[in-house]
């Protein structure tokens, strides 16, 4: 597998912004999403003033990538999206050619609204199409049928913006065929980027009680398993590259916002949930927090001019190389040891650590070395933990 470099540079950093609504449910679904009735201007109004409290964290520069996740953010208003927007770019500035991602569920989406998105700024649009078979959207509990989806897609395309698309498999009872049906239809709308996910039992949510109760039978992992290699290989025969464990894109069409978290680079996050990472540019040290979770007590706090985060941790020099280890080993570029070990001052005493366990997950066939950069193999795709695990266990815990 050849190992292209990766579409961000060690200066880009990005802004994730946490939309916490929805409007039902989905049963498998762990994200801090809520079907609450919510006010979009008080939203945009905490997350300004969260921005104008916490800019400082991530410092001055240009601003790469921002992300609107949920939630459902396509149920925020447009023009509240924009003034987030306005303010983040007001706030940094942005940097050439930034990426402005809002994710879509179908359910909520006219093509009117695609556009008044794009004129506010939005340029990339995700897409929660999960499947095009009706039956599969039941029983995923989604807000909208196929042809929605089908809709959906087709007019976020028509505005000119970047568009990707989530496909959710591996249900119970699916064969190949179902598969492949939801897969040709997806590669035949040319989104620029396919997301294609094996679905996860979540222990807090409806299904993981279902599961426990016998009431659901999840999919065999083995049975899984043959899917991913089915669902890459079609994948890759309509021109998406796997470029990570769930990530297919067209070439030049990598997420920018994602990649950003598989460098390790720095982010700012805003709203109810919302994670940022803030590392030193030497690698002495990072902050990683996490803000309240809560939409209305996030809420709350953040008007009265209150970011006390839900939790933090401060990083040293070996926690913040254990981060790009273990996020950087799941996109197909890997990551320039060599390169970190100069960059974050360790030199010899981290390669010394980490080439033996490296070499050890080649010869596993888990890892390949591209020159300086070790990277994923296709197998070493399935065993992203694995890796992640026995690199850690390499990397001593302290100075
Ligand atoms: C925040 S949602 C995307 C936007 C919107 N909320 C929606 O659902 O349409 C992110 C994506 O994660 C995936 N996802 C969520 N829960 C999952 C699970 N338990 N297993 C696998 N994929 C999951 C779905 O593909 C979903 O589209
Ligand atoms: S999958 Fe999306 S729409 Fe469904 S609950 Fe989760 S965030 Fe909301």
Redesign the pocket.
């Known amino acids: 597998m050849s190992c292209p470099p990766a579409p961000v540079t060690p200066t880009d950093r990005g802004v994730y912004v946490h939309f916490p609504y ?1 409007e039902k ?2 049963p498998y ?1 762990d ?1 801090n ?1 809520h079907a609450v009735a919510h006010d979009d201007g008080a939203y945009a109004d905490a997350i300004l003033a969260e921005l104008a409290g916490r800019a400082h964290e991530l410092g001055p520069g240009a601003v790469r990538s921002i992300f609107f996740g ?3 953010p396509s149920l925020w208003d447009p023009p509240q999206v924009g003034r987030v927007i306005a303010a983040v770019e007001a706030t940094f500035g942005f940097s050439e050619a930034p990426e402005i991602t809002l994710e879509a ?1 179908p359910g909520t989406v006219v093509p009117d609204r695609f556009k008044a998105y794009v004129a506010h700024g939005v340029n990339r649009f995700s897409i ?1 199409a999960q499947s095009f078979t009706d039956r599969e959207l039941v029983s995923l509990g989604r807000i909208h049928g196929a042809d929605q989806a089908h809709r959906a897609v087709a007019a976020a395309l028509d505005t000119g913006a970047r568009v990707s698309l989530d496909l959710m498999y591996g249900l119970p009872g699916q064969s190949w065929a179902d598969v492949a049906r939801s897969v040709e239809r997806a590669t035949a709308l040319e989104p620029h980027h396919i997301s294609a996910y094996t679905l996860t039992i979540e222990p807090d949510t409806a299904l993981g009680r279902r599961t426990r109760l016998g009431l659901f039978t999840p999919m065999e992992d083995d049975d899984q398993a043959g899917l991913i290699h089915d669902v890459t290989a079609a994948l890759a025969a309509a021109g998406y590259q796997r470029y990570e464990i769930s990530n297919y894109a067209r070439e030049g069409f990598e997420a920018v916002h994602n990649s950003l978290y598989w460098t390790g680079g720095p982010y700012l996050g805003l709203g109810a949930g919302a994670h940022s990472y803030a590392p030193a540019p030497d690698l002495s040290a990072a902050v990683r927090r996490e803000n309240v979770k809560a939409p209305e007590t996030y809420l709350q706090a953040a008007l009265a001019g209150d970011f006390t985060p839900r939790s933090q941790e401060d990083l040293d020099r070996w926690g913040v190389v254990a981060d790009r280890l273990w996020v950087g080993l799941r996109p197909r570029w890997g990551v320039d040891v060599e390169a970190l070990a100069e960059q974050s001052g360790l030199g010899a005493s981290l390669l010394e650590a980490l080439l033996p366990a490296l070499e050890g997950l080649a010869g596993r066939g888990l890892v390949a070395r591209h020159g300086p950069r070790w990277a994923p193999t296709a197998e070493g795709f399935l065993f992203a933990d694995l890796i992640a695990r026995t690199l850690l266990d390499a990397v001593p815990a302290g100075p």
């Open positions: 929805c449910k989905c679904c994200f999403s949920g939630g459902t569920n929660g």
